[in-house]
């Protein structure tokens, strides 16, 4: 699953629950989904090769 930083738990490697990928205006990737301790949104940017790691491990595609 995809692992992101959470601005308001301050964990890191915290796994997203629901991940959504989408790509951004200048053609990277973005992962967006909640923490899974106190539902706030998280956001990870990363590369294409992580990116399609993510949607075979379960991840939507939005683009």
Known sequence: MV???CVKCKKKGQKMKD???NQTAK????A???CPD????M???MS???AEKAMADGAKKNY
């Open 48 to 50: 294409k090769d992580n």
């Open 3 to 5: 692992e992101a930083y």
């Open 27 to 30: 053609g990277g990737f973005m």
């Open 32 to 34: 967006k989904g909640k």
């Open 19 to 21: 991940p959504v990928m």
């Open 38 to 41: 106190c539902d706030t949104t």
């Open 43 to 45: 956001c990870a940017m």
